[in-house]
């Protein structure tokens, strides 16, 4: 294969474009930079974090981190991974689209001591909302453990259906754990209720 068949094969796979900032009540969704690297290996240091996410590896380092963002936050991502911030740009989780297996998946995570204040939720319906204003007609898979429940709301609150259960391999934990998957199909986001 060369050169030119490959630059002609990356412009035929259309992609959402360059990772936008996205403002919420509460919090702004922003593109990754190499200075979130401390707080990317803080969260994901927390075994109640990594233990639910797949390919993280616990423990979780500054140089993991810095590995991590030197993909993000270059044109070699294919997708979006967006640092959530809240108050004066604090970094405390990520959410992202991801080509993988030929579609696009959604993953996402929150550093511990923001869990039960909702936050994910307005994180990911916000960047579902515009993810799909980029590339109308997606399906976007996703998945969590079994044991995630808060998770699963999270998903089923945008609009995410349950499709299937298997085993996945979780790096942190060292096992295969219980997994449910689900989809959301075109047409079936739920805009986020308004907050009181």
Same mark, same amino acid.
């Given at each position: ?5 490959t ?13 936008? %900032?996205?403002? %919420? ?27 639910m ?8 380092d500054r ?8 993909v ?10 967006f ?12 959410v ?31 960047? %579902?909302a515009?993810f ?5 007609? %997606?399906?976007i898979?996703?998945?969590i ?6 998770s699963?709301?999270?998903q ?32 079936d ?8």
């Open positions: 294969m060369n050169a030119m068949q630059q002609m094969e990356r412009a035929s796979v259309a992609g959402p474009g360059p990772c936008p %900032t996205v403002a %919420t009540a509460r919090l702004v969704l922003r593109p990754h930079r190499m200075s979130d690297a401390q707080a990317i290996a803080q969260s994901l240091n927390d075994f109640q974090v990594s233990r996410l797949a390919r993280v590896p616990a423990p979780y140089q993991d981190a810095a590995e991590w963002l030197s993000a936050t270059t044109d070699l991502a294919e997708g979006w991974a640092a959530i911030t809240a108050g004066d740009d604090v970094h405390i989780g990520c992202s689209f991801e080509r993988r297996r030929g579609g696009w998946e959604l993953g996402y995570w929150l550093n511990r001591f923001y869990w039960g204040r909702g936050y994910m939720s307005e994180a990911v319906h916000a960047a %579902t515009r799909l204003m980029r590339m109308p007609g %997606t399906d898979r996703s998945g453990f079994a044991d995630n429940v808060a699963l709301r999270v089923e609150k945008a609009g995410f259906r349950i499709t299937g259960c298997s085993d996945l391999f979780c790096v942190a934990r060292g096992a295969m754990v219980p997994h449910i998957e689900t989809r959301l199909e075109p047409g986001f739920r805009p986020a209720a308004p907050r009181h």
